[in-house]
């Protein structure tokens, strides 16, 4: 696993290549994180980096992590978080890391929360058809039905569908392009949705897949490469 980043969702636009294509992309603004400590095989059994994300009051954090953070001499931190890497030498306590850790990057996995829904009932949550508009049916017909056997085994499997608290979880979202990267306002584009509201957090990570497809501007230059190719023939 490689070193991540943490930033905040601000909603969606959208960005024109240079073939015209119209591409819709998510902004995210990234935080910058500081290395707050350097866990080796020898302290713990693994190696990681603890990186500390957003600014937060000390009238927020308990006395413990007030003195974490003195003794770290930091500014307290809202996010703490390992990343696990066997590069621990290239990092030092007090660095900051940005959007140059994704330099060369072309791809990116993010998790994020999904929207809330609140309770739902199973037409909404699971997309169930309900039982029958007429024919006896009465107040029920958007209930789930039958839920259980009888008296074999007689009880509810877990896992059964059922009306409750629709999102609101954790979902990853894998290969997301990187269609542009400003480092200096630290935002970052990427190609489509991601789950979550505006102002909701955001984590950022090198894709875990090894990808061969190309990004949208490659696939342009190989279209111009083999029409000058094509042209050059005749």
């Known amino acids: ?57 000390n009238s927020k954090i308990n006395k413990q992590m007030k003195g974490y953070f003195a003794k770290k001499n930091t500014e307290p931190k809202k996010i703490l978080k390992e990343f696990r ?41 699971w997309n169930f058809g309900g039982l029958r508009a007429s024919h006896g049916v009465s107040v029920s017909h958007r209930s789930h039905g039958s839920t259980g056997q009888r008296q074999d085994p007689g009880k509810v499997f877990k896992g059964k569908k059922m009306a409750g608290h629709m999102g609101d979880k954790l979902r990853t979202m894998l290969n997301l392009e990187i269609i542009k990267s400003d480092v200096e306002n630290n935002l970052i584009y990427l190609r489509g949705s991601i789950p979550g509201s505006k102002n909701s957090t955001v ?26 190719a094509k042209k050059g023939k005749k």
């Open 1 to 57: 696993m490689s070193i991540g980043l943490i930033g905040t969702k601000i909603g969606m636009t959208r960005e024109f290549m240079d073939s015209g294509q119209s591409v819709p992309v998510t902004v995210i603004k990234v935080e910058k994180g500081r290395v707050l400590d350097i866990i080796t095989k020898d302290k713990r059994g693994y190696n990681a980096v603890k990186v500390g994300f957003f600014k937060q009051k």
């Open 85 to 125: 890497t066997n590069n621990v030498d290239q990092f030092k306590e007090g660095n900051e890391l940005g959007l140059e850790i994704f330099k060369d990057k072309k791809f990116l996995d993010v998790r994020s929360k999904t929207i809330g829904k609140g309770f739902a009932g199973v037409m909404k949550r």
């Open 203 to 228: 984590f950022l990570r090198e894709s875990i897949k090894n990808i061969t497809r190309k990004t949208i501007k490659e696939r342009h230059e190989a279209k111009i490469k083999a029409a000058a």
